[in-house]
């Protein structure tokens, strides 16, 4: 069975760089055809897409932190990364890495989700 | 960005009584090429990550009880539990996922109770 697990710093300081992996288990990613994602959730607050990619090169970001964003994918260790730059106490949150659900595409909903991960920004 | 409005924030329900939440996007997200509605219902219940409910507007996901039911289409859209049971206390977002070039949003999220 397919399983997403987070990892990374729990605490970042202002400023720096958050960098998240998101491990694959059950499946690999080269060969799902599937779109993977991460999403965040400040404490207490709504959903935020951050960005999605395509292991052979397809990668978006949402608008409001395409400069501050970079997803990249590591297709030998099955694992994807998450780099969130010049991060400030408003990028506190629940990071979570998903799986988009059809296959191939990337316009679709997210259909299973890693637990997430709490990453605080505060010096 | 379309934005997505959900109402209300929060209801109070009895067990077994009907629980209506409604979704209200900014622009309408019915691709007509395909005449799909490019809309997703997800549950979130304390400590966990979201699970998806539905997809398509009113596709159920395998294993999903089928007292929760999505509809609608264009800018308004709703999901309903028919029967409201203790293991539905959970936070219920909508996320469009139209956008192309994709930037998803997500609706603010509607806490469900019992009343």
Redesign the interface.
């Known amino acids: 069975q397919l399983q997403l697990q987070e990892s990374g710093p729990g605490l970042v300081r202002p400023s720096e760089t958050l960098s998240l992996t998101c491990t694959v288990s059950g499946g690999s990613i080269s060969s799902s055809s599937h779109y993977w994602g991460w999403i965040r959730q400040p404490p207490g607050k709504?959903?935020?897409?951050i960005g999605?990619f395509y292991y052979s090169g397809s990668t978006?970001y949402?608008?409001s932190l395409r400069s501050r964003v970079t997803i990249s994918v590591d297709t030998s260790n099955n694992e994807f990364s998450l780099k969130l730059s010049s991060v400030t106490a408003a990028d506190t949150a629940f990071y979570?890495c998903?799986r988009h659900?059809e296959f191939q595409l990337?316009?679709?909903?997210?259909?299973l989700?890693?637990?997430?991960t709490l990453v605080t920004v505060s010096s | 960005?379309i934005v997505m409005t959900q109402s209300p924030d929060s209801l109070a329900v009895s067990l077994g009584e009907r629980a209506t939440i409604n979704c209200k996007s900014s622009q309408s997200v019915l691709y007509s090429s395909n005449n799909r509605n490019?809309l997703?219902w997800?549950q979130q219940k304390p400590g966990?990550?979201?699970?998806?409910l539905i997809?398509w507007a009113s596709t159920r996901?395998s294993g999903v009880p089928d007292r929760f039911s999505g509809s609608g289409s264009g800018t308004d859209f709703t999901l309903t539990i028919s029967s409201l049971q203790a293991e539905d206390v959970a936070v219920y977002?909508c996320?469009q996922?139209?956008?192309?070039?994709?930037?998803?949003?997500?609706?603010?999220?509607t806490k469900v109770e019992i009343k």
């Open positions: 709504g959903l935020e897409w999605s978006y949402n608008p979570y998903a659900r990337v316009r679709c909903a997210f259909d989700w890693g637990r997430g | 960005d490019y997703a997800y966990q990550p979201p699970k998806l997809s996901e977002y996320h996922y139209y956008t192309n070039p994709p930037s998803f949003t997500f609706g603010g999220g």
